[in-house]
Nanobody, 125 residues
Framework: QMWLVESGGGSVPAGGSLRLSCVAS????????VGWFRQAPGMERAFVANIRWSIGSTNYADSAKGRFTISRDEAENTVHLQMDNLRPEDTGVYYC??????????????????WGQGTQVTVST
C-alpha cells in the first residue's frame, strides 16, 4: 500500500508564500489523481487542488485559483503545492492524498484511497 509524506508547512504572515511537497513511496500509476486537502480547526477536510498524474491536468478550489499551483515531478514521485498570497483563512493542516482513478472534477475527499500525515500551515494577520 502506498504511503505519502507531506512537508513544507510553516507559519507566515498574510501575503506570504509556502511550497508544500508530497513524496510517494512508489511511482504513481498513470490513472492516479493526487490531491491536496485542508482541514481547518473545527472544519471538515476540504478540497484545495488536484492533478492527474498521466497528463498533468489540474483542478482547483475556487479559493485557490490564481494563488495556488499544483505540479508533479515524476522522477521524484512528488507533487508540490505552491501557495502564494496566503490568507489567514488558508490556515489548517494540509494533507496529500491519492485516488486510483476517476475525474479531477470530483473533489470529494471520500474517493481518495491513500493519505499522508499532514503538514501544518499557519497564516497570521
Amino acid at each position: 500500500q502506498m504511503w505519502l509524506v507531506e512537508s513544507g508547512g510553516g507559519s507566515v504572515p498574510a501575503g506570504g508564500s509556502l511550497r508544500l511537497s508530497c513524496v510517494a513511496s512508489e511511482p504513481h500509476k498513470p490513472s492516479h489523481i493526487v490531491g491536496w486537502f485542508r482541514q481547518a480547526p473545527g472544519m471538515e477536510r476540504a478540497f484545495v487542488a488536484n492533478i492527474r498524474w498521466s497528463i498533468g491536468s489540474t483542478n482547483y478550489a475556487d479559493s485557490a485559483k490564481g494563488r495556488f499551483t499544483i505540479s508533479r515531478d515524476e522522477a521524484e514521485n512528488t507533487v508540490h503545492l505552491q501557495m502564494d498570497n496566503l490568507r489567514p483563512e488558508d490556515t489548517g493542516v494540509y494533507y496529500c492524498a491519492t485516488r486510483s482513478a476517476g475525474s479531477i472534477m470530483d473533489s470529494d475527499r471520500h474517493v481518495y484511497n491513500y493519505w499522508g500525515q499532514g503538514t501544518q500551515v499557519t497564516v497570521s494577520t
